[in-house]
């Protein structure tokens, strides 16, 4: 059975990496769940893509050069759908808090250096362990500098590696770094590729999939998992196919 995973949430029907996007996911009886996480300036994991607050905020400046309280306090639903109220971009330790319902979270690092995939490392271990969700939780990431360091310091939690482009074999680059999922871009989905690193043990996740005939192509191609800006469109696609 193919398995579903919210992109950011559910991208494309709430204001994403919020909590509002996350709850829209569960509405939809979706509870895996892809996010995206940066440091603060006080080293707090917050939920948010990009580096900066432009696109989600409409504001200028860095996530890095902000504390997690300014964060939080900033409206983060300038670009995607509507939503009648604010959506404060959320630190990770508040989407444990309030969707304990969830059964497994992608999170993808947005990382650079090794001292700061250290930083980040340490700051999830803390979190999954203070929540009990230690079997329910994959760190994910296209960074090689942090997916090394993690494979390095014999990482406690699984991790993945998130491909884009497949200018290099990514299979050999999961296998590497010791990788137990590998996130594709749908473009490079082919059924051998998809047997072979599932053959080598990896779980095959696919991004972004928000076309339901694409949904049927790939769940028949065998991926293990979907992930889609549009949860309940996924669920009504694949509850058909079954």
Known sequence: MTLIYGHRGARGEA???????FRRALAAGV???????????????????????????????????????????????RDGPSWPEPCPIPSLEQLFQACPEFEHYQLEVKSGSSGQSRIVLDAVSELVQRFGLKDKVVLTSSSRTLLKTASQDNYSLPTGLVEEYGLIDPLKSARRYGCRYLILNWKLCRLARIRKA????????????NDPAMMQRLAEMGVDSLITDLPHLAVETLKQRA
């Open 15 to 21: 204001p994403e990496n919020t909590l509002p996007s």
């Open 198 to 209: 599932q053959a080598m043990g990896l779980h095959v996740s696919v991004w972004t999939v």
């Open 31 to 77: 509870t895996r769940v892809e996010l995206d996480l940066h440091l603060s300036a006080d080293r707090q994991l917050m939920v948010i893509h990009d580096p900066t607050l432009r696109r989600t905020t409409g504001l200028g400046g860095k996530v890095s050069k902000h504390t997690a309280a300014e964060l939080m306090r900033l409206d983060a639903r």
